[in-house]
């Protein structure tokens, strides 16, 4: 038993903060038994931990990004989707094929989700086994719960990247052999790149494989018009982007992450509803490749499960604080153009980067009853310069904070 005092923030429903000054959180290994204002008396003798005048907030979850694109954060913002694939992804991924390259560049990969208060991530790593697995190793060694996917592509893919369809599915299923029960808190996840890059054969396998693990699926859904054009192309009996992979149980027959969603049908919707598929919106990524911006709203209004991504490197920044900001500044520029859906507040996007995206997990995100504790303790006293609320002392370091501001780091109860 342990007991955490601060300020604790978080938000139970997408409508409010639940605010406690000078609170505690009582844990009993690493879940939450209650916050409360005053410790109650059967706990009194547990060991406290006191983090004064600082925020308490749960970890941030980043539910989209690309391990193998860390050196490419930051550049090659000058195409969209598919050129931006060929001329500047895809040649960096194939650098993965050396283990060494992928031990030094995912090192410093996990080093910066660290440093910007990510507790829990879905990564896509590259096709290259051996340094996928390198990537699960340090992904577990630094503490940060989540999954990692090797990628599958065995069509239109450059040499250097397209694999042979038997190779893929038997070196996933290795993967997953060796990974299934190596940590509890870094797992596998089954990750079909796109449908362009994917066989129909493959696809098939990949899903007979999720539902045979029970493992959960990763990809990329409705990113950009080119994209879904070639989709149709690839596909005419499908009914939409989402029905391709719906064909080959990889749309919500196991919990599954779809990144994007900028341009979905209303039948695309409805589906990812009722198979409660996840859109993991990845704004700065949607603008810096001219992709177009997510109907946040229209997916909340239709019941869609929600979560942020950073999507590194079409996104440029590791930071899901940041997604916070973009979110709600994307949502306002709809809502500027025309008045047709409400934007978002900064307790829906507060509830998206925590809760929502942690629900992927299992109770992660919130610091309610038998929630795992992941959390961050910010100090903002640099930014705290006049009697500030601690609901505006939370928004100026959503707004203005990074990682220097984050003080500590826990992950399951943990301190990473
Ligand atoms: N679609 C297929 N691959 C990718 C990728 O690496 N990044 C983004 N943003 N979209 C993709
Ligand atoms: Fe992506």
Redesign the pocket.
């Known amino acids: 038993m342990k007991i955490i005092k601060g300020n604790i923030i978080f938000t139970p429903t997408y409508d409010k903060f639940e605010i406690i000054k000078d609170g505690y959180i009582i844990l009993s290994n690493n879940k939450i038994v209650g916050v409360y204002n005053e410790i109650p008396k059967q706990y009194k003798n547990y060991e406290l931990i006191d983090y004064k005048d600082k925020l308490i907030i749960p970890g941030m979850n980043d539910l989209h990004c690309?391990a193998p694109?860390f050196r490419n954060v930051g550049i090659a913002m000058d195409k969209e989707?598919l050129p931006?694939?060929n001329d500047y992804?895809f040649p960096e991924?194939s650098k993965y094929k050396d283990i060494d390259y992928g031990k030094k560049m995912y090192s410093k990969f996990v080093k910066e989700i660290y440093k910007n208060g990510t507790t829990r991530v879905a990564a896509?790593a590259t096709i290259h086994k051996e340094s996928t697995m390198k990537l699960m190793d340090i992904l577990i060694d630094s503490g940060i719960g989540g999954c990692v996917g090797k990628v599958n592509m065995d069509r239109n893919s450059c040499d250097s990247l397209c694999e042979y369809t038997m190779t893929s599915i038997n070196d996933t299923l290795d993967i997953i052999k060796r990974y299934l029960n190596k940590s509890e808190l870094v797992k596998p996840i089954i990750t079909p790149?796109?449908v362009?890059?994917c066989s129909e054969i493959l696809l098939k396998n990949l899903g007979e494989i999720a539902i045979k693990y029970n493992l959960p699926v990763q990809?990329?859904l409705s990113?950009?018009i080119g994209?879904i054009n070639w989709v149709k192309e690839l596909h005419p009996r499908s009914k939409f982007y989402g029905d391709v992979y719906d064909s080959y149980n990889l749309f919500g027959d196991t919990p599954t992450l779809m990144?994007?969603c900028v341009h979905l049908t209303d039948d695309e919707i409805n589906l990812m509803k009722t198979k409660n598929v996840y859109a993991v919106h990845?704004p700065t990524?949607n603008a810096n490749?001219g992709?177009g911006i997510m109907p946040i709203r229209k997916l909340l209004n239709n019941n869609v499960k929600i979560a942020f991504g950073s999507?590194v490197?079409?996104?440029h920044s590791f930071s899901i604080f940041k997604a916070i900001v973009y979110a709600i500044e994307f949502s306002k520029l709809i809502w500027a153009q025309n008045k047709e859906y409400d934007f978002l507040t900064l307790s829906e996007a507060f509830y998206i980067a925590t809760k929502g995206g942690g629900s992927f997990f299992g109770n992660i995100g919130s610091f309610e009853k038998d929630y795992e504790f992941d959390a961050l303790v910010i100090d903002d006293s640099d930014l705290n310069f006049d009697n500030y609320s601690l609901l505006e002392r939370l928004e100026k370091f959503i707004y203005l904070g990074d990682d220097r501001h984050i003080y500590h780091r826990y992950v399951s109860g943990k301190l990473i």
């Open positions: 690309h694109q989707l931006w694939l992804t991924e896509f790149r796109f362009p890059t990809s990329h990113e950009n994209e990144a994007h990845c990524s490749l992709s999507d490197s079409g996104g």
